[in-house]
């Protein structure tokens, strides 16, 4: 019974709105897993070598695939995380902003002044530059 | 006991809907496929599909049990558990992402008032992105996991893509969220039924969320991580049977929820224009509801299709260019402008 009075202590908080989302998670991942297993079982299984070899449309491969990768990309993932931060604060603003009123408009302001420096420095610096 | 008595209406009341919520997303993704075919044949003057069934209209079942009957190939050089894992997560976090819309106001069973919608979180639209983001590690580790350069290079871009379309999304959401004072989806709705859409008050921010929301699903002009004439066939390349339809099925199931997300944020959701009165008959009002929502994403797929149709593929760096340097600034510009106007009408337009 403890997992039923679990259930019932999960009603009074507000964590009981996220209870569907548990079951759908649930629900969805099993979809998810039945089907891959269905067609796991369903499916002819013939493979040869040459089949499981990693297709480059027909041209011999050379080395495989771990190795280092344009910087760039590191470089866009390390400023969306930066970024993303920020927008994140822009989230409880949004909704208190009616109630905060002209000082809080103001603090904004300057936060995107500082969001904006930084966004400028690292357009200077080509780090959005995708061409050389 | 009556406590536990309605415990168990509501889990079995969750249940069913999640199971119909999920059936139905993955039917419309179905026949979005099918769409998508037919839509492309009116576009370039020829028939399209049309042998299975009467119209092809049994096509995408025969697609479906094509792939679950296809052979399983798993690379030898690749990460096979990653390599599994990948379309799993891509289309776990699909379905997972209409937990939150709601669909139609109420309709009462057996004497119970049920909630067209899955969980009314408060943090409503936040969790979907969050969920989004999930979907980008489901390519990012399928690209990784294949071990084939192609398929890599697809990923990185995919993820590199969508992260940075990501702000440009959020912040033009937040212009949004000023407007409504509210995160929670079925809160949004309730305040445009009756009122204008926040489309009027928000055009600029739906224009930007319409561009990042056809950059998030990868579809044309932003199809990059499948640019086949770069890359081969982008990063499921190396996938087969059921694991590749579900990379393809996920994303015209994030096609159909981010139509959804539209819709509801800014065209009204399940609100029927110019029809205040309450229709009489109980539970009409729920399914007409349902109807008005359903064909707003129609015609938002429908747009989606014409784009891909009619518009060819940017260059990588027009597509980060136009991301980062266009899409930021524009939204945090439209964020301030829609704070500074509503808070100057609060205060009856003095500062």
Request: with cysteine.
């Amino acid at each position: 019974m403890t997992w039923l009075t679990l259930l019932l202590d999960v009603q009074d908080t507000s964590a009981a709105s996220y209870l569907p989302i548990a079951i759908q998670l649930i629900f969805a991942a099993g979809f998810v897993a039945a089907m891959i297993g269905m067609s796991a079982l369903v499916g002819p299984k013939r493979q040869t070598k040459d089949k499981l070899e990693t297709f480059t449309s027909g041209i011999t491969t050379h080395g495989d695939a771990r190795q280092p990768m344009a910087i760039k990309y590191f470089l866009v993932a390390i400023l969306f995380v930066l970024f993303d931060v920020e927008v994140i604060f822009f989230y409880p603003y949004a909704v208190n902003f009616r109630s905060l009123g002209w000082a809080g408009f103001v603090e904004v302001l300057m936060f995107v002044g500082f969001f904006l420096i930084g966004f400028t420095y690292i357009i200077k610096k080509g780090a959005l530059t995708w061409e050389d | 006991m009556t406590i536990l008595a309605l415990d168990w209406f509501l889990l079995i009341e969750k249940l069913i809907l999640i199971a119909i919520i999920i059936f139905a997303s993955l039917g419309v993704a179905l026949y979005t496929t099918f769409a998508e075919r037919k839509v492309a044949a009116i576009l370039q003057d020829r028939p399209g599909p049309n042998r299975a069934g009467p119209f092809g209209l049994l096509q995408p079942l025969a697609d479906g049990l094509k792939l679950i009957t296809k052979e399983e190939i798993i690379p030898t050089h690749a990460n096979k558990w990653l390599f599994i894992l990948g379309p799993g997560l891509a289309m776990t976090a699909a379905l997972m992402t209409c937990a939150v819309v709601p669909w139609g106001g109420t309709i009462e069973v057996l004497g119970h008032q049920v909630d067209l919608q899955i969980a009314d979180v408060n943090i409503g639209i936040l969790y979907v992105f969050a969920v989004v983001s999930m979907g980008v590690y489901g390519v990012m580790i399928g690209g990784w996991a294949s071990n084939n350069k192609f398929s890599l290079m697809a990923a990185l871009r995919a993820a590199s893509q969508a992260i940075s379309y990501e702000l440009a999304m959020g912040l033009s959401l937040i212009a949004l969220l000023m407007v409504t004072g509210s995160l929670s989806l079925r809160t949004i709705v309730e305040q445009q039924v009756g009122h204008v859409w926040n489309i009027v008050y928000q055009p600029l921010g739906f224009l930007i969320f319409f561009i990042c929301a056809l950059a998030e699903c990868n579809r044309t002009p932003f199809d990059l991580p499948e640019a086949e004439n770069e890359l081969n066939f982008g990063y499921h390349q190396e996938y087969s049977s059921m694991k590749l339809g579900f990379y393809l099925f996920s994303e015209y199931i994030n096609m159909f929820i981010s139509s959804t997300i539209m819709a509801t944020m800014f065209f009204g959701g399940y609100d029927l224009p110019f029809v205040t009165s309450h229709l009489s008959i109980p539970g009409t009002a729920a399914i007409v509801g349902i109807v008005v929502l359903m064909a707003k994403v129609v015609m938002f797929i429908f747009l989606f299709m014409w784009i891909r149709w009619t518009i060819p593929r940017f260059r990588y760096d027009q597509l980060m260019d136009l991301g980062w340097k266009k899409m930021i600034p524009l939204a945090l510009a439209n964020m301030l402008v829609t704070g500074f106007f509503i808070l100057w009408h609060q205060n009856n337009w003095h500062f």
